[in-house]
T-cell receptor, first 112, second 115 residues
Framework: DQQVKQNSPSLSVQEGRISILNCDYTNSMFDYFLWYKKYPAEGPTFLISISSIKDKNEDGRFTVFLNKSAKHLSLHIVPSQPGDSAVYFCAASASGANNLFFGTGTRLTVIP | EPEVTQTPSHQVTQMGQEVILRCVPISNHLYFYWYRQILGQKVEFLVSFYNNEISEKSEIFDDQFSVERPDGSNFTLKIRSTKLEDSAMYFC?????????????FGPGTRLLVL
């Protein structure tokens, strides 16, 4: 069951540069997409979300882009900071359901 | 800031034993969830719970699992007879209204190790 995929298990970026994390999905019923950040020994922490009626949502340094036709979304972090180093999970849900489907995560390392 | 709490943080048990994982959701939230993450794998949905009933469950959530809200604050996950493959991080989450796309707030997790 790979309804949400994050094909890059890891990403390293220099501090101050842009981090781009990618996510693909297969279920066309997904209407909502969320990004969570996870530090070791902690639960996932919500970062930003987007609904399928939008193609972009921005919150400070974080922007999520959604391309419905390609079933692809991405999270941009700019500028990247060392404190952003964590595992980032993409998650999706469908209207009428409230359970989340998670990707396998991308470990981001921001190098000072 | 309100947060979801979980106890214990770690639990080691023998195969075949029963375990109860506990969660205290955010106080004004009405929907509660359990997820698990097997080491190296993705976070997987187990069950959602509203108004003292299961509202959705995954195929993972078989007869060995049960959930309960025994009082006004706790939300528990019971595994009746643990198996080796139940070893995982178990996360509790809660939301206000349970709407699709609504932010789910996660607890820090319980690491369960079945020997």
């Amino acid at each position: 069951d790979q309804q949400v995929k994050q094909n890059s298990p890891s990403l390293s970026v220099q501090e101050g540069r842009i981090s781009i994390l990618n996510c693909d999905y297969t279920n066309s019923m997904f209407d909502y997409f969320l990004w969570y950040k996870k530090y070791p020994a902690e639960g996932p922490t919500f970062l930003i979300s987007i609904s399928s009626i939008k193609d972009k949502n921005e919150d400070g340094r974080f922007t999520v882009f959604l391309n419905k036709s390609a079933k692809h979304l991405s999270l941009h972090i700019v500028p990247s900071q060392p404190g952003d180093s964590a595992v980032y999970f993409c998650a999706a849900s469908a209207s009428g359901a409230n359970n989340l489907f998670f990707g396998t995560g991308t470990r981001l390392t921001v190098i000072p | 800031e309100p947060e979801v709490t979980q106890t214990p943080s770690h639990q080691v048990t023998q195969m075949g034993q029963e375990v109860i994982l506990r969660c205290v959701p955010i106080s004004n939230h009405l929907y509660f969830y359990w997820y698990r993450q097997i080491l190296g794998q993705k976070v997987e949905f187990l069950v959602s719970f509203y108004n003292n009933e299961i509202s959705e469950k995954s195929e993972i959530f078989d007869d060995q699992f049960s959930v309960e809200r025994p009082d006004g604050s706790n939300f528990t996950l019971k595994i009746r007879s643990t198996k080796l493959e139940d070893s995982a991080m178990y996360f509790c989450a809660s939301t206000t209204n349970g709407l699709a796309g609504e932010t789910q707030y996660f607890g820090p997790g319980t690491r369960l190790l079945v020997l």
